[in-house]
Structure formats: C-alpha cells, structure tokens
C-alpha cells in the first residue's frame, strides 16, 4: 500500500499513478452556460500537470455529452426554471440551464486545454434520463462508464483529480475512486467550485477529507 501524501509532502509520479481531468468545457468557462467562476484560470496550469504525467501514465480527460432535451435540463420540463430543486431517479438536487449538448460549441474542449495529451476521453451523461457527475458511475449509482475496468488494466492504483466543477463533478469523480479502491487525491488549486461561498466550501473539503480523499497542490509535484 502506497504512503498516504498529506499536503505538505513533495509527490513523485509513479508508473500506478492517474491524472482525471474533469469538464474543461466551454460551457463551464466564463461566458458558457454553467460558468464555473475563474474556471478559465486553471487551465495553463492543468496543461503543465497534463505533460507531466503523459510521459508514462494515463491522462483521462472527461467531458459532458447531453442529448438536447436532456431530463437534466430545465427546459425539458415546461413551467421549470434553471436552478429549481428536482429529484428523480438519476437526477438533482436541482435543475440546469442547457449545456455541452452533443456536437456543439459549448461542449467542445477550451481551445487553450492540451487535450491532445488525454490517452483516454471519456463522454458521460449520454443517457437521456440520468445524469453523470461522477467519471466512474452515473447519478443512478449503477450504470458503469467503464473508467473503473480502464484504469484498473493499466494496475492504476493512486488517482489525482482535477477540472470542474470543485464541487460536483470532481467531487464524485474522487469519491467513487476512492469507493472503487483507488488511493484518490484531488489537485485542490487546479479545481474550481460552482459555489464560492465560504462556509460551503469548508463543508465540502471536510466531507472529502473525512472520505480519505486527500487534496493536493501543483505545488507539490516535485518537477516543480
């Protein structure tokens, strides 16, 4: 088993080590339909993790991938606005604003993010009816992506997570590895939250922390 990095620890990349990137999208930069605040600024910064652990490891890069009238959407339920609370099976707690719709513009990479060095691109939330936050399993907590099986044939053991939203999408990318037996850490200063609001935030890193998901810095990497 693999020495646990708090974070002060200096992090060397080993051969069982994973970089996640998660929904650097248009949609969720500014000026997208789902801005994540500041969502822009991580990028140069993710880029130079990215090379890092292409030399020899896997680079996973996540993206959105809704059908139009996706049933997360409020505008595929009349009389809904975007941010009412909802709750179905595979969905909530609330509904969004139309976003990364198959095909379009909002859904493509930011054209700054070096996806080109992503060995494996993993679409999610394809299925009409369910939503996915997590990379690993949908909102329904039973539909595979098949991430888990990928990573594991490459005897990926220790995952770092990273991209948007902080406080969605990394957030149960990281707790479903963890779950799946992965050593999960999360790049804390390459991961930007919908909402900014202090005392959320705060319940949020303590819910991973006492999950044994750890946060990390860029810092840390010791080629920096």
């Keep these: 088993m693999q020495k646990l990095i708090s974070s002060t620890d200096q992090i060397k990349i080993i051969d069982s080590d994973a970089l996640i990137v998660i929904d650097m999208q ?6 997208g339909s789902l801005a994540v605040p500041d969502g822009d600024k991580i990028i140069p910064d993710i880029n130079t993790l990215a090379k890092l652990f292409f030399q020899k490891n896997q680079v996973v890069f996540t993206q959105d991938w809704h059908p139009p009238n996706h049933q997360s959407f409020a505008s595929s339920h009349p ?30 990479f930011a054209s700054n993010i070096d996806s080109i060095l992503a060995k494996m691109i993993l679409r999610k939330g394809y299925h009409r009816e369910i939503d996915s936050y997590s990379a690993f399993l949908e909102n329904d907590k039973q539909t595979k992506t098949g991430l888990n099986a990928y990573l594991k044939s490459f005897n990926v053991t220790r995952v770092f997570v990273c991209g948007l939203a902080l406080d969605y999408c990394v957030k149960y990318t990281s707790l479903d590895a963890k779950t799946l037996g992965f050593d999960t850490y999360i790049v804390q200063d390459l991961s930007k939250p919908v909402n900014t609001d202090e005392t959320v935030l705060i319940a949020l890193l303590n819910e991973l922390k006492e999950s044994d998901v750890h946060l990390v810095n860029l810092a840390q990497f010791q080629e920096f």
Excluded: M, R
């Design 79 to 108: 009389g809904k606005n975007t941010f009412d609370e909802f709750s179905a099976h595979g969905l909530g707690p609330v509904l969004w604003p139309d976003h990364c719709v198959q095909g379009s513009e909002g859904a493509d």
């Design 26 to 31: 248009n949609d969720f930069l500014p000026g």
